[in-house]
């Protein structure tokens, strides 16, 4: 793609979807994308105010606990970080179980995104690449319960539980959730346009079956959608508190659970609850940092093709 | 083509999705309505007397439960409204060659990726009456500080406050990949015409988002009919439920949490939840009829066709045509919650398509 000749024609849709920035000139931004509109200057003073709103909480989440309670309740409350934050977070470690909590997550989240990724691209290679009979209609149920909101069903869902036998245990939080219709949704269109009919049809003559096509072609192919279902997955399942709430018991959370134990403390000790939010918080936003460009592209992806 | 025929394999490779969605999904929630007959106690595994619809009559005289009703709705108004018009000015004005693009989209996802009890509790703190950020900067502009928990309005303010921050810049990126794939010749048409950037945003961005907007809408709505985190973390006096000492921000959800898990009462419990069910599929229903209604009365387009042709192709890569015929009729056949979100992904697919078609052909043939 050239960018030197037309102005409408070159720069179509691909320069917003490669988020590597090309060297141009200020002069040559300006003309060189008409959908991409000139970047007046007033955007950027809305935009660092979004972005402060945006950050801000975020920063206080770990600021208020490296303060001590008295420090927060100063008339001018602190801005600035304080030397508190490993005695907040061991007092965190003494009041609730959140050494377990954090293991607990690690386990649910986990174990969420690898049923998750599992089931969902084979149900994504079966929809986009094999031909059985009802897979339209079978697909278009797919698609239909994205929308159905089956928090609404928690009640029953208790008392599936119980007869299961598996209230209070971890596992009753990860099966509900171990397969999404969004992801097969996702993987299904990512299989669909990445891999190539030729290649399936390759590994069939050489003796494939269809199990070892999944395996040895597909998997392969969808590498860059796993990743970015994986990691949604993850924050996802990391940040679940309703079902968690209800199917966990206080001395075998998840660590949104045990959050909500620090909050309901006789009175709210913020430094406390937030220290515990804070380590609670970190690992996403150590994956968000890492990772947010892949997580922005498949949001992006996922809201262009449904 | 699609190459394989081994079709007992296909099956075994869906059926967990379906073996999951129904005994963890579809079949609660059915199941939700069977309870809410009953007058089951949490408390023992029997699963109670058969009362008819006797939990639903007494739902209609509890004020509690009307008083909930109410919450929701204002929240839900609260929260989606603002926050989709933001979403969009946000996109709009991300929607450039700007300096530094990924730090600004990764910034206003970043609330997204909080967890939402972690954003409920700093927020309770910047909220809070004696030490919170806002009452200092209230009371330092000489104001007087306002007790945000314990007001009706104050509190649901604080709460869709929350809601905001978290959702704002999520939506905003799917509204900029929606406007992305805007064919660029309609932003010169009305370039032309003499139109700035705002009229732009209004005459051509807004009308090719519509499909975005309303499934937006939707998933916003759906997601506050179900609100339970905020209010319940929100109030602050330890193992409350209530949602406010004159439970002025306990929302349905709340309520039914209350009285199932509180109070044990899992037949009434369930009442609320089926009727909670029957609100999301009525507000689909007529967000979905309000779209339809706006892309006629917008007039460039017919609603049924974006639906019934095949996607743009906008890519190099030859795409399979999704199975056209089938998409139609389930449209109008299956349940509301189901077929609005089947228009939806196509229409969101293809909604540059309808008004720029000649365009999108000439794009194509241009790369």
């Known amino acids: 793609m050239s960018l030197t000749t037309q102005r409408p024609a070159g720069s179509a849709p691909a320069p917003d979807e490669t988020p590597a920035p090309q060297p141009r000139g200020p002069r040559r931004r300006r003309t060189a994308d008409p959908n991409a509109e000139r970047p007046g200057f007033s955007r950027y003073p809305f935009l660092i105010i979004v972005l402060l709103v945006a950050v801000l909480p975020v920063y206080w989440t770990f600021m208020i606990p490296s303060q001590t309670n008295a420090d927060v309740a100063k008339v001018p409350p602190p801005f600035g970080p304080g030397g508190h934050l490993l005695e907040n977070i ?25 049923c998750t990724l599992l089931f969902c691209s084979l149900a994504g290679f079966a929809f986009a690449k094999l031909r059985f009979r009802g897979r339209g209609a079978l697909l278009l149920i797919v698609i239909g319960t994205m929308m159905v909101p089956v928090q609404l069903g928690v009640i029953p869902l208790y008392i599936e539980m119980q007869k299961f036998g598996w ?25 669909e346009q990445a891999i190539p009919d030729e290649l399936l049809e390759a590994g069939r003559m050489d003796g494939c079956s269809t199990l070892g096509l999944y395996w040895h072609v597909v998997l392969p192919g969808l590498r860059p959608a796993l990743a970015v279902l994986g990691l949604l997955t993850f924050m996802q399942a990391w940040n679940d508190f309703m079902w968690p709430l209800i199917a966990l018991s206080p001395q075998n959370p998840t660590v949104q659970v045990a959050l909500n134990t620090l909050a309901a403390g006789y009175y709210r000790d913020n430094t406390l609850v937030l220290a515990g939010t804070a380590i609670g918080t970190l690992p996403v936003i150590v994956v968000f940092a890492v990772f947010g460009r892949q997580i922005i592209g498949g949001i992006m992806e996922g809201a262009v093709k449904g | 083509m699609i190459i394989c025929y081994y079709e007992g394999g296909a099956y075994g490779f869906v059926a967990p999705f379906f073996v999951i969605f129904l005994v963890f999904g579809l079949f609660p929630i059915l199941y939700t309505f069977w309870v809410s007959l009953h007058d089951r106690s949490m408390l023992s595994t029997h699963s109670g007397d058969m009362v008819g619809f006797r939990n639903y009559t007494d739902l209609m005289k509890d004020a509690y439960f009307w008083n909930a009703a109410r919450n929701t709705l204002w929240l839900m108004l609260m929260c989606t409204v603002p926050q989709l018009v933001l979403a969009l000015v946000l996109a709009h004005v991300l929607n450039a060659r700007l300096r530094g693009r990924t730090l600004f989209r990764m910034g206003v996802l970043l609330p997204n990726v909080t967890s939402i009890v972690a954003v409920t509790l700093v927020f309770g703190q910047l909220f809070s009456f004696r030490y919170g950020l806002f009452n200092w900067a209230l009371d330092s502009v000489g104001l007087h500080r306002i007790n945000w928990q314990a007001g009706d309005w104050t509190s649901k303010l604080a709460i869709s406050s929350m809601v905001i921050w978290r959702w704002t810049g999520y939506n905003a990126l799917i509204y900029l990949a929606a406007m992305q794939a ?11 015409d003499g139109a700035g950037t705002w009229r732009q945003l209004w005459h051509v961005t807004l009308p090719a ?57 899992f037949g009434y419990a369930s009442a609320v939840a089926w009727l909670m069910f029957l609100l999301t599929v009525l507000l689909a229903v007529v967000a979905y009829l309000i779209t339809r209604g706006g892309s006629l009365i917008g007039g460039t387009r017919t609603p049924g066709r974006p639906r019934r042709r095949p996607q743009p192709r906008r890519r ?27 228009p939806t992904s196509a229409a969101v697919a293809a909604s540059a398509e309808p008004a720029g078609g000649p365009a999108g052909g000439i794009q194509g043939g241009a790369r």
């Open chain 1, 90 to 114: 061991r007092r965190v470690f003494d009041t609730v179980a959140f050494g377990k909590a954090l293991a607990n997550s690690f386990i649910v989240a986990t174990s969420i995104t690898l």
């Open chain 2, 182 to 192: 805007i064919p660029k010749e309609q932003f010169e048409a009305a370039a032309i």
């Open chain 2, 316 to 342: 190099p890569q030859p795409r399979r045509r999704r199975p056209a015929g089938r998409r139609a009729p389930a449209a109008t056949s299956a349940p509301a919650a189901t077929s609005k979100s089947v």
């Open chain 1, 167 to 191: 209230t209070n245990h971890l596992i009753s939080v990860i099966v509900p959730t171990a397969v999404t219709a969004f992801g097969v949704v996702f993987m299904r269109q990512y299989a």
């Open chain 2, 209 to 265: 988002l519509r499909p975005t907007i309303a499934f937006t809408g939707l998933v916003s709505i759906i997601g506050q009919v179900q609100l339970f985190t905020e209010p319940l973390l929100f109030e602050t006096t330890p193992g409350s439920v209530t949602g406010g000492t004159d439970r002025q921000f306990q929302t349905l959800a709340l309520f039914m949490y209350e009285e199932g898990f509180h109070l044990y009462h």
